[in-house]
């Protein structure tokens, strides 16, 4: 079984940057890929970004485009989100998926992190 462990989390005011890590154990997930999903208070889960198992395929949601960049280090079994920009609206519990399709819903992925609060405002 495969566990899932995101820190970064944390407050920032607008305008500045955090960077997210997923640290996986248990098992390499270097062949599967592997997303980041948000939750605000009351909200469901939406999709940020998903990354193809070599990292040369990824995909950002709308909202974060051109402000979120995912990525991945195999060697390390880690995964990364660096988010810059940041706005209020992007506050929420931020989480680590893995063993997905190349898919933007929650859904599709099988193993799941604790989450981590990201907090913007001024």
């Known amino acids: 079984q495969v566990q899932l462990v995101e820190s970064g989390g944390g407050s920032v005011q607008p305008g500045g940057s955090l960077r997210l890590s997923c640290a996986a154990s248990g098992r390499s997930l270097s062949t599967y890929v592997m997303g980041w999903f948000r939750q605000a208070p009351g909200e469901e889960r939406d999709f940020v970004a998903y990354?193809?198992?070599?990292?040369?395929?990824?995909s950002h949601a709308r909202p974060v485009k051109d402000r979120f960049t995912i990525s991945r280090d195999n060697g390390k079994n880690t995964m990364y989100l660096q988010m810059n920009s940041l706005k209020p609206e992007d506050t929420a519990v931020y989480y680590c998926?893995?063993?997905?399709?190349?898919?933007?819903?929650?859904?599709?992925?099988?193993?799941w992190g604790q989450g981590t609060l990201v907090t913007v405002s001024s």
């Open positions: 990354i193809s198992a070599s990292g040369d395929l990824r």
């Open positions: 998926a893995a063993e997905g399709r190349y898919s933007t819903r929650a859904v599709d992925y099988d193993e």
